[in-house]
Each structure stands twice: as structure tokens, then as C-alpha cells.
């Protein structure tokens, strides 16, 4: 069954403009090709797609190094935001981008929302 790459990219679009303080989200394969994007004009999709899947690598390496268990989330927080990675089933992998003001119990919770949409169309 083919992936609907184009309805992947209208959720994640919905998803930036519909929540408050995303600036960004992208889908991408574990190994690092994008499956849909709606990012930021000077961000590149596929090297986005590529440091994505190196971070959560990276990731699930240090869960196993330091006896984490599988890792569920990888947040990153500098002083212009937020980044957050999150596994979408085994498939796939969310990448969202968040300004600084960004409440993030909220931010975690429509991660969440979006999640569930992005699975139904990934199944």
C-alpha cells in the first residue's frame, strides 16, 4: 500500500498554522527521507529529514547506554525554541518545531492529537 504523501503534508500544514507557536513539523522515515514537511522558507525538507533521523539514532543509542529503555520523545531546547521528536509508529518519525514561548504540556498534548491523525493515514 502507498503512503499519501500528499495528505501527510495537509496534515502537518493544518497542524503548524492551527496551533499556537509551531513554526514547524516534518514527517520522515527512520532512515531519513521525507515523507512531508511544512517548515520554516530557509529550512531545507531532506537535510531536516536526514539530521532527524541521526538525532533519534543518536537517541535510542544513549536509552540503551545510560539503561533508558526505548526512547519515546527527544526534546531539544535552545534559546529560539523548541524542537521535539517523536516516533509515528515504526514507519515514521515527527519532527516539530516550536518558538520559545511555546507552552509545552500543551505543545505535548497536540503532538499527540496530531499523532493519531498522522497514524491513521500511515496505516
Known amino acids: 500500500m502507498a503512503i499519501n504523501t500528499e495528505k501527510l503534508g495537509m496534515i502537518l500544514q493544518n497542524f503548524v498554522t492551527a496551533t499556537n507557536d509551531v513554526q514547524g513539523a516534518a514527517l520522515v522515515t527512520p532512515d531519513g527521507l521525507p515523507l512531508g514537511a511544512s517548515l520554516p522558507g530557509a529550512m531545507d525538507e531532506e537535510r ?28 531539544v531546547e535552545g534559546n529560539k525554541g523548541f524542537g521535539v521528536l517523536t516516533g509515528c509508529g515504526e514507519d515514521a518519525v515527527l519532527l516539530v518545531l516550536a518558538s520559545e ?6 505543545l505535548m498534548l497536540e503532538i499527540k492529537r496530531v499523532l493519531a491523525e498522522l497514524k491513521l493515514v500511515l496505516a
Open 101 to 106: 514561548t511555546a507552552k509545552q504540556g500543551l
Open 48 to 75: 531536516v529529514s536526514a539530521m532527524s533521523a541521526s538525532m533519534l539514532s543518536l537517541g535510542e543509542r544513549i536509552g540503551l547506554e545510560l539503561a533508558r529503555g526505548s526512547v519515546d520523545r527527544i526534546f
